[in-house]
């Protein structure tokens, strides 16, 4: 029943009112453009101490973890540097977002984040991929990341039967599961990338992977002497925690009920008015308090994330009214929902993906080019 | 060049290099990656860096009216600097930070802190935050001393200097350096002012103590129209001061008109002898170009592609530089995934989708939604 509603909600908007979307959301990045100035400056450079009081005093706490106060604490502000670092700081700045400040420490083209997968192939499958070819199936390499079936246009295969026991290993293993994610091993198995490409490709993501491990699992324990153990089972834990959330995080984008899958969609041919469409149909928002907004590195706010990916992420809770105002005018649905609603969405998405179109339909609405 | 040591207590200050070492070490590099031990270190010491040049302003003095001279202390990573060398200067102003090449007026002999001596312009943005905003304490970032208005010839040579305006600044560094070295050569210093003169009783003083120095300047205030336009550079005017001039070798800084005239009179009088110059461009906050203009034609550099095209208002630098040939980096060719950002060294471009008019400073842009406004230099 909810598909069909949905059939019926899918935007049919004229090449005016389309043009006329366009220019509503254009003038929108235009006035965020020209009130651009100090307090975003302050907010990401107070972000940025912050992250860092919170990640050394964790660290130093984790020295202390044989006392499991000491460890809790530490493990809670590790985790919380992290998660700060690689969503509100790391992923906004390699999307170029406070590249007007100029700073060389916050520039978006040299930013090499604290997590496992290098910046340089993050920026090329993530800011380029991802977001000009969002929720186009079999272009999109973020749909499914070559792993998992969140399509009903992607054919369904006995090994997809796997795919809950294969999200929840990514869940876990996230930070790599990303790193290992532009190398393309799909493309590898289906013969059209050489083995050799691969082995290029791989290196600077092996070099990242192991600097990441060293630190967190080897370095840091060898220099807590008796606290190896404790330091060393307190970074798994951070890290298990931050790949959880940003798992979370990221599934709530593009993989909630009522997202819309693309199917033969031409990029080069598209106007900008119906990239915007194709990007709010495409992704998904979830609501929550301030904090949570912060610690989603305001990707709880996809659908002003995907229009402005290069607008400082803290303006977006600011416009999300203004965009959703131009959605509602022009008859497109503005998909948002709680955070637990929003992800039980994506988790079901899961779930359906894994059985035989015959057993199921997915929500999903393989739609032609608009 | 030493840096002062401030308030540290002396054993904290002898800790201060040996600490230095270790912050540098493969080991903390890789326990501090991939942010790098500078990131950290900043939470106690702010001046601190492994690599950077960063120093904090020990005075604010004023000099003129309009001209303000910095006292500097850089950290152990500035490496000193010649005489009439010049900086890159980067400070923060409302967030954003902004870089501006300045000469050095303090001279070697005079040891630590550095100075520099700034004269604001209308609409200079770092200019006008030295003259208003500068602090005492305020850390800012230098780049190593650089540039070529040096000189390294016998001691026996006979200098003039010519300078306008703030150009005073990295001849006054040469001429205290000079005469601290023992210069024997003659140091002749003409300097056209239009208002107050920089270091004035400094250089008349100089001038009183050595006998091989002369100071003369020329102020252009309170002239009438043609007084004012014989307060300009000549050769009747400079033979008039310095009848031989021709055995000299000069060092010319001000603004272009300046520098274009003592570079033709030294061209068809005295081609034997060198000319060492320094120029100084004023980069004003942009729209100036704005108004587009669709018959004119820019040239465009990329260095990387080693190549300087022919182009345009009308299209974006990624389509020009693809007709010509050339192939940088892009991706999404609509602005949104900034694969083709590249550093612009000068020149204005707008932007296609914003209209926005950037300023003719160093910055980063992307070639697929920015139009050149005027000739561009870029790292692409």
Not at chain 2, 25 to 50: F, K
Request: proline share 5%.
């Amino acid at each position: 029943m909810q598909t069909q509603a949905h059939r019926q909600h899918e935007p049919k908007l004229s090449a005016e009112q389309l043009a006329e979307l366009g220019a509503e959301l254009d003038a929108i990045r235009d006035r965020v453009l020209c009130e651009l100035g100090e307090q975003d400056a302050r907010y990401i450079r107070e972000l940025v101490a912050r992250a860092r009081l919170a990640e050394v005093s964790g660290r130093a706490l984790l020295f202390a973890g044989v006392l499991p106060p000491a460890w809790l604490l530490g493990v809670g502000l590790l985790s919380l540097s992290k998660v700060l670092e690689n969503m509100e700081i790391g992923h906004n700045v390699l999307h170029g977002q406070y590249d007007w400040l100029r700073e060389p420490s916050l520039e978006g083209a040299s930013y090499e984040w604290d997590w496992a997968c290098p910046a340089d192939s993050w920026r090329h499958s993530h800011n380029y991929v991802h977001h000009t070819f969002t929720n186009i199936v079999g272009q999109d390499r973020d749909l499914g990341y070559g792993l998992l079936r969140m399509a009903e246009a992607q054919p369904w295969h006995p090994a997809y039967l796997l795919q809950p026991l294969l999200a929840a290993a990514q869940a876990l293993t996230f930070e790599w599961a990303v790193a290992v994610h532009d190398l393309e091993l799909d493309a590898v198995l289906a013969g059209t990338k050489s083995l050799r490409q691969l082995l290029d490709d791989a290196q600077p993501v092996v070099r990242k992977v192991l600097a990441q491990g060293l630190k967190d699992y080897v370095y840091f324990p060898l220099l807590g002497g008796p606290a190896a153990p404790a330091i060393f089972a307190g970074n798994l834990s951070a890290n298990l925690l931050r790949n959880v959330w940003a798992f979370s995080v990221i599934f709530c984008g593009h993989f909630p009920d009522g997202v819309q899958m693309f199917e033969g969609v031409d990029q080069r041919t598209e106007s900008r008015a119906a990239w915007y469409l194709r990007q709010i149909r495409g992704s998904a928002n979830c609501e929550g308090p301030g904090w949570f907004h912060v610690l989603s590195g305001h990707l709880s706010h996809q659908i002003e994330h995907h229009l402005y990916p290069d607008l400082p992420a803290s303006r977006y809770p600011q416009i999300a009214a203004q965009v959703k105002a131009a959605c509602e005018k022009h008859g497109v649905p503005y998909n948002t929902g709680s955070f637990p609603k929003q992800l039980a969405g994506a988790l079901r998405r899961v779930l359906r993906g894994a059985l035989p179109p015959a057993l199921t339909r997915l929500r999903t609405q393989a739609a032609a080019s608009g | 060049m030493t840096t002062t040591r401030s308030a540290l207590p002396s054993a904290l200050a002898a800790l201060r290099r040996p600490a230095g070492a270790l912050l540098r070490t493969r080991l903390v590099a890789s326990l501090t990656a991939p942010r790098g031990v500078d990131h950290y270190v900043q939470l106690l010491a702010p001046t601190w860096s492994s690599s950077q040049i960063r120093a904090r302003i020990v005075s604010v003095d004023r000099e003129t009216e309009d001209t303000v001279s910095l006292r500097l202390t850089p950290n152990d990573n500035w490496l000193g600097f010649q005489a009439g060398q010049h900086l890159h200067l980067s400070v923060t102003i409302d967030g954003v930070r902004h870089t501006r090449t300045f000469s050095i007026s303090s001279a070697p002999c005079e040891g630590s802190p550095l100075r520099l001596t700034i004269r604001a312009f209308p609409g200079g943005r770092v200019s006008n935050w030295a003259l208003r905003d500068a602090r005492v304490g305020d850390v800012v970032e230098l780049s190593a001393a650089q540039g070529q208005f040096v000189w390294r010839g016998p001691a026996s040579t006979d200098l003039l200097f010519v300078s306008g305006g703030s150009g005073l600044t990295p001849i006054r560094s040469l001429v205290q350096q000079l005469l601290h070295d023992g210069h024997a050569g003659q140091l002749t210093c003409l300097h056209y002012a239009r208002g107050e003169v920089l270091f004035h009783s400094e250089l008349d003083a100089l001038g009183r103590a050595f006998r091989n120095f002369r100071f003369v300047p020329r102020l252009r205030a309170g002239l009438t129209a043609p007084a004012a336009a014989a307060a300009r550079f000549s050769l009747d005017e400079l033979s008039a001061v310095h009848p031989a001039w021709q055995q000299s070798e000069v060092f010319v800084c001000g603004p272009s008109s300046l520098e274009h005239s003592v570079r033709d009179a030294w061209a068809t009088a005295a081609p034997a002898t060198q000319l060492h110059s320094e120029h100084f461009r004023q980069v004003a906050s942009g729209l100036a170009a704005s108004g587009a203009d669709a018959a004119a034609r820019y040239q465009l550099v990329f260095e990387k592609s080693r190549a300087a095209i022919s182009g345009h208002g009308a299209a974006s630098l990624l389509e020009q530089a693809e007709a010509a040939g050339l192939r940088p980096a892009y991706g999404c060719r609509m602005g949104i995934c900034h694969t083709c950002k590249c550093r612009k060294r000068s020149g204005v471009v707008r932007n296609l989708i914003t209209g926005q008019v950037s300023d003719a400073a160093e910055g980063s842009i992307q070639l697929c939604v920015n139009a050149p406004l005027s000739d561009l230099t870029l790292d692409a």
